[in-house]
């Protein structure tokens, strides 16, 4: 039981780290996407980097993970742009809960790649998160909704690249390298973009990017500490709660407040996400 109430506290943090990188994202102004993910992801790759080294092994992949380690790497880029075009664009709690969709989608992409089964109630609820997304979308086929489309594609990319984080896990392929694999890719396909189409930026917007990063690290690093102490099926619901700490610092930093449609989805997602979770930790006391 401790082991679980810590392992919500680590998840809870891990929203609340989240949470704070999309607002340092969103304060440090107009700049490209692409840019932003970079020095995002440089921090996260000096961390690894350091937990890596104080490693007996240091820094080592497995040969016949490479592929794999390269899909992650590639599916977590589409993800991490398409939440940062998002955040930029939408309000904040709006782009958090567009990017909990990507726990549903894990669903279906171990389904088709994993071949794990899914079941009929997975399916319903899968189908009931979408309807929730489209109460927060609120589709008009008009040039408002591209931000809600590159929204559910990072969703879409980061849904995928986790589940072949589950597939490397399975290969005995460990944390600390998937992070830094993932990172260094991400920053070297970033960099031509970097380097060719850079965008001055002022000490003040650097400091929030740093600081994005900052966030991002401590969230990947309570994330995994929380998934090291329970199975996902017992404290996965509680990551949900950094869509309330968005709503809360877009209210307070940025004057948001969503519309009575998006707070419809916000809470269809979160009971489709609430009643998976019930659901899932029923199924493994009856074992």
Same mark, same amino acid.
């Not at 992949?61 to 899909?71: A, D, M, V």
């Not at 709690?93 to 990017?99: G, I, K, P, R, W």
């Not at 559910?152 to 980061?158: E, K, L, P, Q």
């Not at 500490?225 to 017992?234: K, V």
């Given at each position: 039981?401790?082991? %679980?109430?810590?392992?919500?506290?680590?998840?809870?943090?891990? =929203? *609340?780290?989240?949470?704070?990188?999309?607002?340092?994202?969103?304060?440090?102004?107009?700049?490209?996407?692409?840019?932003?993910?970079?020095?995002?992801?440089?921090?996260?790759?000096?961390?690894?980097?350091?937990?890596?080294q104080?490693?007996?092994?240091?820094?080592?992949?497995?040969?016949?993970?490479?592929?794999?380690?390269?899909?992650? $790497?590639?599916?977590?880029? %589409?993800?991490?742009?398409?939440?940062f075009? /998002?955040?930029?664009?939408?309000?904040l709690?709006?782009?958090?809960?567009?990017?909990k969709?990507?726990?549903?989608?894990?669903?279906?992409? $171990?389904?088709f790649? &994993?071949?794990?089964?899914?079941?009929?109630?997975?399916?319903?609820?899968?189908? +009931?998160a979408? @309807?929730?997304?489209?109460? !927060?979308?609120?589709?008009?086929?008009?040039?408002?909704?591209?931000?809600?489309i !590159?929204?559910? %594609?990072?969703?879409? #990319?980061?849904g995928?690249a986790?589940? +072949?984080?589950?597939?490397?896990?399975?290969r #005995?392929?460990?944390?600390?390298?998937?992070?830094?694999?993932?990172s =260094?890719?991400?920053?070297?396909? +970033?960099?031509? *973009?970097?380097?060719?189409?850079?965008?001055?930026m002022? &000490?003040?917007?650097?400091?929030?990017?740093?600081?994005?990063g900052? =966030? /991002?690290s401590? #969230?990947?690093?309570?994330?995994t500490?929380?998934?090291?102490?329970?199975? =996902?099926?017992?404290i996965? @619901?509680?990551?949900?709660?950094?869509?309330?700490? /968005? /709503?809360? +610092?877009?209210?307070?930093?940025?004057?948001?407040?969503?519309?009575?449609?998006?707070?419809?989805?916000?809470?269809?997602?979160? $009971?489709?996400?609430?009643?998976?979770? %019930? !659901?899932?930790?029923?199924?493994?006391?009856?074992?």
């Open positions: 039981m401790k082991s %679980i109430n810590k392992a919500i506290l680590y998840i809870i943090s891990a =929203a *609340f780290f989240f949470s704070l990188m999309n607002t340092f994202v969103r304060l440090s102004g107009d700049l490209p996407s692409i840019q932003k993910s970079f020095f995002r992801n440089f921090i996260a790759l000096i961390f690894a980097l350091i937990i890596l104080k490693q007996s092994n240091g820094i080592s992949f497995k040969r016949e993970n490479l592929k794999l380690l390269i899909l992650r $790497s590639a599916l977590g880029t %589409i993800g991490i742009l398409g939440n075009y /998002a955040v930029d664009r939408l309000l709690s709006d782009a958090s809960m567009m990017n969709l990507s726990p549903f989608l894990v669903l279906i992409f $171990s389904y790649f &994993l071949k794990e089964k899914i079941k009929l109630y997975q399916i319903i609820l899968i189908f +009931t979408f @309807i929730g997304c489209l109460f !927060i979308v609120k589709p008009s086929f008009s040039a408002d909704m591209f931000p809600f !590159i929204g559910i %594609i990072g969703a879409m #990319g980061a995928a986790y589940t +072949t984080v589950r597939a490397l896990g399975l #005995g392929e460990k944390g600390p390298s998937i992070v830094f694999f993932f =260094a890719f991400s920053c070297l396909v +970033t960099l031509p *973009f970097v380097i060719f189409f850079y965008t001055p002022s &000490l003040k917007q650097i400091c929030f990017l740093l600081l994005a900052l =966030a /991002a401590g #969230g990947q690093f309570s994330i500490a929380a998934y090291s102490n329970a199975p =996902a099926s017992q996965s @619901i509680y990551d949900y709660s950094q869509v309330l700490f /968005a /709503a809360f +610092t877009g209210f307070i930093i940025f004057n948001e407040i969503p519309d009575i449609l998006s707070i419809i989805g916000y809470i269809i997602i979160c $009971s489709a996400a609430a009643i998976m979770f %019930i !659901i899932n930790k029923k199924a493994k006391d009856t074992k």
